[in-house]
């Protein structure tokens, strides 16, 4: 893995959950594995009235949280504390920048830093406008030497809908250059899918096969065991729609279904992510009545900070289409949904069965052949199908051929923050979407969320925690209806 060039990393919102259960301990892994510049910073900034110390005492607690049971070397973690700083500052307030843009100075001299500023948005969604407004106003958006730079990396979520997604793209740009903006979607940082690429374009034999001759359907499943938690604040205002599928199922599916860039470099990926985005057939409103389920699991309205009367989807399964070549007439579901059976992650691609059955026991349908790849846990590629049951006769069973990710390489296995930090601090923005793509996806979203706005609870299904979601999903006619394949056979 490569070293990041010096630079100085200030994190906004830096007493959350977020900066200490992930990007912290991220970091920290990035500082063991010698990864971070030779000369770097970490200034946090947040309300809380922090001093150093302090603020790099808390964040001790949630390093050696995060690494539960491995082994952590004290002087290590003592050495990465010593590059932590902290500014207690209300980024709501445009003459406190002038304190930021102060202490920012000052530590870029203190520790030898060039003229190169990273800045993390790790506030709550209002702020992802407000605070680059006010970096501009304090002229803090702009290198200020030649080889120096700025970049912005925003945390989810992207907008609420199409509109708001665009509003802020545009307000972003007039900032910050396209290719200084970095939109985390932290699915993409986990090493099993970016896997789907490897697996798809490095080997000979999937790809013939990848495609409307050969393949049945193509589920992708997101499913949890928790339910809300404490973000019921956030999450009521989003549901599974915006949480889950806008983003992340949206991106596991267009490195399922995209054509192969001619060259690996970010653009040509992210040109063949928004090809895909943009092929999806729009829904009409009877095509969401019958090919969109929502569910919400009982007792989400007694849930802290949730509206008594929500209608908020807990559950989404969908069916959709993909109007292109290679994926004419192929259904595609997505399944997420909070308070399941268990937690997974998978993309299961169901090939077509033979044209004629032969043998008793044969399995007929499209749930015999298929490669079922596992982005978490348990991370690994399985193919199914059948073979002869050992003695007389010819009876099939149906077996699995699996590949279990752990096998490859004892080494760590970098959490996706660590891998998306490292990328954006190296300036390599593949693993990042790109605003075409983000308006594409909210295309596509936009007029499911217009619909069930106006249907009310009319539709909403209710599932108890612990099922699979409500019964409806299967109406959707998929074959495991995202239950996992241990569960589908
Ligand atoms: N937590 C997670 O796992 C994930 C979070 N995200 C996104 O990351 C962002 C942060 O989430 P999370 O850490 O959970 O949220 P938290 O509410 O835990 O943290 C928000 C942070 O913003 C700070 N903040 C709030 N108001 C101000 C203000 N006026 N001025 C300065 N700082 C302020 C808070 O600090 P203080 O009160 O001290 O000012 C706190 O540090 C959200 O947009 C969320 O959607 C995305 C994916 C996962
Ligand atoms: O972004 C989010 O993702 C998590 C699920 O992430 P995972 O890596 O644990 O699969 C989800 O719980 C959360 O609601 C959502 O905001």
Not at 20 to 46: S, T, V, W
Not at 98 to 110: S, Y
Request: one cysteine or more.
């Amino acid at each position: 893995m490569k070293r990041a060039n010096d630079q100085l990393l200030v994190i906004f919102g830096a007493s959350g959950d977020l900066t200490g259960r992930k990007l912290l301990p991220a970091l920290f892994e990035l500082f063991i594995g010698d990864m971070l510049p030779e000369h770097f910073a970490i200034l946090g900034a947040a309300r809380t009235a922090f001093t150093d110390d302090e603020f790099r005492a808390e964040q001790r607690k949630h390093i050696l949280e995060a690494r539960g049971n491995k082994e952590t070397n004290s002087a290590d973690l003592d050495r990465f504390l010593q590059i932590l700083f902290y500014l207690a500052f209300d980024s709501t307030k445009s003459a406190e920048y002038v304190k930021l843009k102060d202490r920012v100075h000052l530590l870029l001299q203190q520790e030898n830093i060039p003229d190169r500023i990273m800045y993390y948005l790790a506030t709550p969604p209002l702020m992802y406008e407000l605070v680059p407004k006010y970096l501009q106003e304090n002229g803090m958006n702009v290198a200020e030497s030649e080889d120096g730079w700025r970049r912005v990396i925003v945390e989810k979520p992207f907008g609420t809908s199409l509109e708001t997604a665009q509003e802020l793209n545009k307000h972003l740009c007039r900032i910050f250059d396209e290719n200084e903006i970095y939109r985390i979607d932290h699915y993409l940082g986990k090493e099993t899918v970016q896997n789907i690429l490897v697996l798809r374009f490095s080997n000979g034999i999937f790809e013939p096969l990848w495609n409307r001759n050969y393949v049945d359907s193509v589920e992708i499943s997101a499913s949890e065991t928790l339910g809300v938690e404490n973000r019921g604040k956030y999450y009521d205002g989003a549901g599974a729609l915006r949480d889950m599928i806008q983003n992340h199922l949206m991106q596991l599916m267009a490195f399922a279904a995209m054509e192969s860039p001619a060259v690996f470099d970010p653009e040509p990926i992210r040109d063949e992510i928004v090809k895909v985005f943009r092929a999806i057939r729009p829904y009409t409103i009877r095509e969401i009545n019958e090919q969109v389920v929502r569910g919400q699991y009982d007792g989400y309205r007694e849930e802290k900070n949730v509206a008594p009367d929500s209608n908020t989807e807990t559950y989404v399964g969908m069916k959709f289409f993909i109007d292109n070549w290679r994926w004419s007439g192929v259904p595609f579901y997505f399944f997420t949904g909070k308070k399941l059976p268990e937690k997974s992650s998978e993309i299961v691609i169901h090939f077509k069965s033979t044209p004629h059955q032969l043998f008793a026991g044969q399995c007929s349908g499209s749930s015999c052949n298929k490669l079922v790849i596992r982005i978490q846990p348990d991370e690994s590629i399985t193919l199914r199908f059948g073979l002869k049951m050992p003695g007389a006769g010819f009876t099939v069973k149906q077996v699995g051929m699996e590949f279990r990710y752990d096998s490859l390489s004892k080494t760590h296995l970098p959490d996706a923050y660590e891998r998306l930090l490292l990328d954006a601090m190296l300036g390599d923005s593949t693993l990042y979407a790109r605003s075409d793509a983000l308006e594409a996806s909210w295309r596509f979203i936009d007029p499911i969320l217009h619909h069930w706005k106006e249907e009310g609870s009319k539709n909403l299904f209710f599932y108890e925690p612990g099922q699979n979601g409500p019964l409806e999903r299967m109406m959707l006619g998929a074959d495991s209806a995202g239950d996992s394949c241990d569960s589908c056979g």
